[in-house]
């Protein structure tokens, strides 16, 4: 084995539990099990805790109200229970993590000062996931092009139905405040999505596009499409490559 891949080895081994337990790995004896445990899990928690203090950092602004910090999570037993299956950096456990943080803010009870608490703890979810997952650095052979093929929402993209207009408010929880800022009671259809190179981006998508993401599967033609959608060939295509440029949906050219 090359000093290279025994490097690759090591990093595999403190950022994904599973591995690190494996015969594959022990079999190896390339480190002291109980050592690398312990390092393991210490870079395990400094990874969340800046994830979650970057994510969930309006969740922390309105701490002060709720009394409710979300990082607690992380000397908490149920974090502490993720930890054999922990894979750094992947959508499966950046979701179970940022569970645990949206359900401890939410833990503390309803409260009358902040009515779009839940809207904001899904965003804060979304944001968190979405982030996650392996990146593409570089493009497979006829895909994120345009042309004859099938379109699919890439994995992770979501669409989140709210009933605030929480855009609106997030700038003002992060200002000095003395009274919580209110959002306006409204409907608000958000979409979050990474692009391939990583940036997370948030849109709110028109009916055009909200009905090309409810239909693109990765089997429909690009007709079938327009028709299911109801419309018209430019405006398909003007959404799609929207889509693309956003990192939300995957085009695959027909052979």
């Given at each position: 084995m090359s000093d290279r891949a025994l490097h690759d080895q090591v990093i595999r081994a403190l950022a994904d539990a599973p591995f690190r337990a494996s015969p594959e790995w022990r079999e190896r004896r390339?480190?002291?099990?109980?050592r690398l445990?312990?390092?393991a899990r210490f870079v395990a928690r400094h990874f969340y805790y800046e994830r979650i203090v970057h994510?969930?950092?309006?969740?922390?602004?309105?701490?002060?109200?709720?009394?409710?910090?979300?990082?607690?999570?992380?000397?908490?037993?149920?974090?502490?229970?993720?930890?054999?299956?922990?894979?750094l950096g992947s959508r499966e456990t950046a979701a179970q993590v940022a569970g645990l943080a949206a359900a401890h803010v939410r833990g503390g009870g309803p409260s009358p000062a902040i009515p779009y608490l839940d809207d904001l703890l899904e965003y804060e979810q979304a944001m968190m996931v979405v982030e996650a997952g392996p990146r593409v650095w570089r493009e497979g052979k006829g895909e994120g092009g345009r042309g004859k093929g099938t379109a699919a929402v890439v994995e992770g993209?979501?669409?989140?139905?709210?009933?605030?207009?929480?855009?609106?408010?997030?700038?003002?929880?992060?200002?000095?405040?003395?009274?919580?800022?209110?959002?306006?009671?409204?409907?608000t259809r958000l979409l979050v999505a990474r692009s391939r190179h990583g940036r997370?981006?948030?849109a709110?998508?028109?009916n055009a596009v909200?009905?090309?993401?409810?239909?693109?599967?990765?089997?429909?033609?690009?007709?079938?499409?327009?028709?299911?959608?109801?419309?018209?060939?430019?405006?398909?295509?003007?959404?799609?490559?929207?889509?693309?440029d956003l990192g939300a949906v995957r085009f695959s050219r027909g052979s």
């Amino acid at each position: 084995m090359s000093d290279r891949a025994l490097h690759d080895q090591v990093i595999r081994a403190l950022a994904d539990a599973p591995f690190r337990a494996s015969p594959e790995w022990r079999e190896r004896r390339l480190a002291d099990p109980d050592r690398l445990e312990r390092y393991a899990r210490f870079v395990a928690r400094h990874f969340y805790y800046e994830r979650i203090v970057h994510f969930f950092k309006y969740s922390r602004a309105l701490a002060r109200v709720t009394g409710r910090w979300p990082e607690v999570v992380l000397r908490r037993p149920s974090f502490d229970a993720l930890l054999p299956a922990v894979v750094l950096g992947s959508r499966e456990t950046a979701a179970q993590v940022a569970g645990l943080a949206a359900a401890h803010v939410r833990g503390g009870g309803p409260s009358p000062a902040i009515p779009y608490l839940d809207d904001l703890l899904e965003y804060e979810q979304a944001m968190m996931v979405v982030e996650a997952g392996p990146r593409v650095w570089r493009e497979g052979k006829g895909e994120g092009g345009r042309g004859k093929g099938t379109a699919a929402v890439v994995e992770g993209t979501v669409l989140l139905d709210l009933a605030y207009d929480l855009p609106a408010v997030l700038p003002q929880l992060l200002r000095p405040w003395t009274e919580v800022p209110q959002a306006l009671a409204q409907p608000t259809r958000l979409l979050v999505a990474r692009s391939r190179h990583g940036r997370v981006t948030v849109a709110r998508p028109d009916n055009a596009v909200a009905a090309v993401l409810q239909l693109a599967d990765g089997t429909r033609t690009l007709e079938e499409l327009a028709s299911g959608a109801g419309l018209e060939a430019a405006t398909l295509h003007e959404a799609l490559q929207g889509l693309v440029d956003l990192g939300a949906v995957r085009f695959s050219r027909g052979s």
